[in-house]
């Protein structure tokens, strides 16, 4: 796919991210994988109003080539591709249901999220908690990083979710269905629920193994 078209469709499901509340102000960032670098949303940028020749771009030492300045989170978007090199695209956002779940005490820090549904086990599997960080520190990326290389998907605690996909459209149908997902797991607060068996979960890890 080329640049142009990339830079397209960044800027149209960071839009479409925006207009159904899944991020707000000048907050998430997404970026894609190129052969020679990346592409990145700008920092300080709004997902609802992108301009695509304005959209950052690094080259493959993550030196700023183009475009506005870069993310200021993208060490957290470098830390993901470090571990996962099939991985051509990453979305954090700071959903409001993900990041309550994030904030909540008791959660199992190796898998926050119960397996409600066969397409939240599909496309999102084992979701760890990265500790807090405040933003920007480098900590943050190292923490990442050490849970990269077994997990596509992970919560920032009082932050949200960085989740990879094999492509684009990959991430934001993941990024979203953790979302539903974290929403569905807060409605249910005080309910007896009956997540998918962990054969269930085996057999949809079998059949529809995640590619990045």
């Known amino acids: 796919m080329s640049e142009t078209r990339l830079r397209d469709d960044i800027a149209r499901l960071a839009k479409s991210l ?10 998430g960032n997404i970026s894609v994988r190129l052969e020679d670098g990346w ?3 700008p920092t300080g940028s709004s997902m609802g109003d992108l301009d ?3 959209i950052s771009k690094l ?8 475009g506005d300045k870069p993310t200021k989170e ?16 990453i979305v954090h956002l700071h959903s409001t249901h993900s990041v309550a ?15 409600l549904t066969a397409y939240y086990a599909m496309r999102v599997g084992t979701l760890p908690l990265v500790p807090y960080y405040p933003p920007g520190d480098v900590d943050l990326a190292k923490a990442v990083r ?28 993941a990024t979203e269905e953790l979302e539903e997902t974290a929403r ?5 607060q005080g309910y007896q629920t009956r997540p998918l068996t962990a054969a269930q979960v085996a057999e949809l890890a079998e059949r529809f193994p995640v590619e990045c």
Do not use: Q, W
Request: charged share 15%; aromatic share 6%.
């Open 184 to 188: 569905l797991f807060l409605m249910l």
């Open 74 to 89: 993208a060490f957290l978007h470098n830390a993901m591709y470090d571990c996962r090199p099939r991985a051509g695209a």
């Open 146 to 173: 050490e849970m990269a290389s077994d997990h596509h998907a992970v919560l920032l605690a009082n932050h949200g979710p960085v989740v990879a996909g094999k492509s684009l459209r990959d991430a934001v149908y």
């Open 18 to 27: 925006f207009d159904r509340g899944l991020t707000f102000g000048s907050t």
């Open 39 to 41: 592409l990145m949303t």
């Open 52 to 54: 695509p020749a304005a």
């Open 101 to 115: 779940v994030s904030c909540l005490c008791g959660i199992d820090h190796a898998n926050v999220l119960p397996p």
């Open 59 to 66: 080259d493959a030492r993550g030196n700023h080539v183009s």
